[in-house]
C-alpha cells in the first residue's frame, strides 16, 4: 500500500523568505502527486498536481514542485512566501490504476512579519 | 453555482445518537469521498463511491454508513455516535479515479458529547 511522510510537521518562515516542504512516498511503478492547501476552517484546495513528464510542476500562488523519483520526493518549494501563504499543506500519492488518495499528515507553515 | 456542498457545517450529539452527514455535488463526478480529519493523523478515507449504487470502505470505515443512490449525493451515517468519532469530515468528489484531483467541501465540525 501506498504511504506518504512529510517530513516537518511544522515550518516557521519570516516573509519574503524562501520555503521547502518536505514529501516522501513509498516506491511504485506510477504514481500520481498532488499538493493541497487547507486554509483555516475550510476544505483543502489543490495547489498542483504531477501525472507524467516534466518533473517540475508548476501551480497557483507562485508554488512549485519538483518530481524525483530516484528520491522517491515530490518536495514543494516557494521562493518569496507572503502572510496570507499561511496555512496547512498536504502532500497525496496514489497508485496507476488505484482509486483512493493516500495523504500525509500535514506541514503547518506558519509566515510571520 | 456549482460545488460541492457539506451540511450541517457544525453539529453537536450524545453518545449513542445517529447522525447523518449530508454531501451534495452539482459536477455529476462519478466518485466521491468521506475522509475525516484528526490532529495528528491527517486525513482518513472512510468511505467512498465509484458511482451510484458502488460504494466501498476505506481505512477508517468503523462505525459508519454511507449511501449512494444518486450521482450527487453521498450522505454518511454514524449509526451510534461514540466519542471517538468527534472530528472533521470532509467530503469530496473527483471526475475519474485519482488521476484527477479531488474537490473538497469545507468540512462538518462534529463534536459527541
Known amino acids: 500500500a501506498q504511504s506518504v511522510t512529510q517530513l516537518d510537521s511544522q515550518v516557521p518562515v519570516f516573509e519574503e523568505a524562501p520555503v521547502e516542504l518536505r514529501c516522501n512516498y513509498s516506491?511504485?511503478?506510477?504514481?500520481?502527486l498532488f499538493w493541497y492547501v487547507q486554509y483555516p476552517n475550510q476544505g483543502l484546495q489543490l495547489l498542483l498536481k504531477y501525472l507524467s513528464g516534466s518533473t517540475l510542476v508548476k501551480g497557483i500562488n507562485g508554488f512549485e514542485a519538483e518530481f524525483n523519483k530516484s528520491q522517491t520526493s515530490f518536495h514543494l518549494r516557494k521562493p518569496s512566501v507572503h502572510i496570507s501563504d499561511t496555512a496547512e499543506y498536504f502532500c497525496a500519492v496514489s497508485g496507476s490504476g488505484s482509486e483512493k488518495l493516500v495523504f500525509g499528515k500535514g506541514t503547518k507553515l506558519t509566515v510571520n512579519p | 453555482d456549482a460545488g460541492i456542498t457539506q451540511s450541517p457545517r457544525y453539529k453537536i450529539t450524545e453518545t449513542g445518537r445517529q447522525v447523518t452527514l449530508m454531501c451534495h455535488q452539482t459536477w455529476s463526478h462519478s466518485y466521491m469521498f468521506w475522509y475525516r480529519q484528526d490532529l495528528g493523523h491527517g486525513l482518513r478515507l472512510i468511505y467512498y463511491?465509484?458511482?451510484?449504487?458502488?460504494?466501498d470502505k476505506g481505512e477508517v470505515p468503523d462505525g459508519y454508513v454511507v449511501s449512494r443512490s444518486k450521482t450527487e449525493n453521498f450522505p454518511l451515517t454514524l449509526e451510534s455516535a461514540t466519542r471517538s468519532q468527534t472530528s472533521v469530515y470532509f467530503c469530496a468528489s473527483s471526475e475519474q479515479g485519482t488521476s484527477q484531483p479531488q474537490h473538497f467541501g469545507d468540512g462538518t465540525r462534529l463534536s459527541i458529547l
Open positions: 463511491s465509484a458511482a451510484a449504487d458502488i460504494t
Open positions: 516506491s511504485s511503478v506510477s504514481v500520481y
